[in-house]
């Protein structure tokens, strides 16, 4: 750990590039964080699928950061029901469970995740993932609809926008993520309201073509958004990331009226809360790729207006007042977060991968005897 100014900073991981650089990730926190996060209980798991990583964020018994992590291609979508944590992957949907119980510990950790099972989906281009008692949701770009977890195919389609005419392979509106409520699915958003195969792709990035839509009622909320993420209920209360203007904030269920709460210097996705904190996500614009450089949306006039640095960043924001209060900064090769999950009760998180050598030891039969 060194300190940069009142921040503090930690490398906390390595990747080699396709060149066969080896290039570091670094954390580094605003000031009071790792006070502010020690007097509660909880961790906080994020992903950052671009480079295939999970990483789970902590501390020991002393305060002091503990970082995990996990290497999955494509890590997307996350979710924590009744401490069994689902993961979207590349091809497959992934589930961890916590080889601990409440009170144990196993070399300084008071959770431990284990990729348990994997769902074969081949390519449906996952994205949200949200598990509840009714089953496990996720979001399929490439079928434009709501899947759900089936225990021989790849996934039961569940629904799809009125808009979109039929059910086939071909991204057309870019449906991405997904809230549910009562444990089923409630709201989504999407890029736009187009039937063609790849139309999403052709609204002008500085027009506001996103939307939230209600599943149960296949009506559009929210119209006007730039390119939305995120979809979450709190409290009762609806909440979205409005990405391409580098915004978090809240949708009037009731009017469909969207209000920012507050801006974020990057590219805002994935968005988890705890009591009355929101945990937010952001990324920096891609040089190749969907939004390449951001040059068209209203979040590159704003940072280049005000000369602000787009951050990969994780944003705590108080709801009470809307203020963010601290920061959780990735640095180095990442430069993207898809998003963002709190793990209650859990000070100490430990997660694995299958090729890791650690899989080669942990095991948990069902029952101790025979």
Known sequence: MEQTGDRESFDISQVETPDKETRKITISTSPGLRQWMAQRRFSIAFNTYHIGKLFMVG????????????????????????????????????????????????????????????????????????????????????????G???????FEPVWK????SQFEYGDKCHLNCLALEDGKPKYVTAFA??????????????????????????EVLCRGLHMPHSPQIHEGELYVANSGCGEFG????????????????GFTRGIAFWRHFAFVGSSKPREHGVFEGNDETPLNDILTRDNIAPQCQISIVDLRSGEIKQTLTIEGVASEIYDVCIIPGVQRPFVTDVQSDHMNTIFRPSSLHI
């Open 59 to 146: 501390f020991d018994p002393l305060g002091t950061f503990q970082f995990s992590e996990a290497n999955f291609p494509r890590s997307m979508g996350l979710s924590m029901h009744n401490q069994t944590l689902w993961m979207a992957g590349q091809k497959q949907l992934w589930r961890f469970e916590n080889f601990l119980q409440p009170g144990q510990t196993s070399q300084g950790h008071d959770a431990v995740f284990v990729p348990m099972g994997a769902t074969t989906t081949g390519m449906i281009n996952l994205h949200d993932v949200r598990a509840s008692d009714e089953g496990v949701y996720f979001i399929s770009c490439n079928f434009n609809c709501i």
């Open 148 to 154: 759900k977890l089936h225990p021989k195919w790849s």
């Open 161 to 164: 926008p009125p808009f979109i």
């Open 193 to 218: 309201e187009t039937d063609d195969i790849r139309g999403w792709r052709n609204n002008s990035k500085s027009e506001g073509t996103g939307i939230v839509m209600d599943v149960t009622t296949n």
């Open 250 to 265: 809240h949708v009037d269920r009731k009017t469909g009226v969207y209000t920012p709460i507050c801006f974020i210097p």
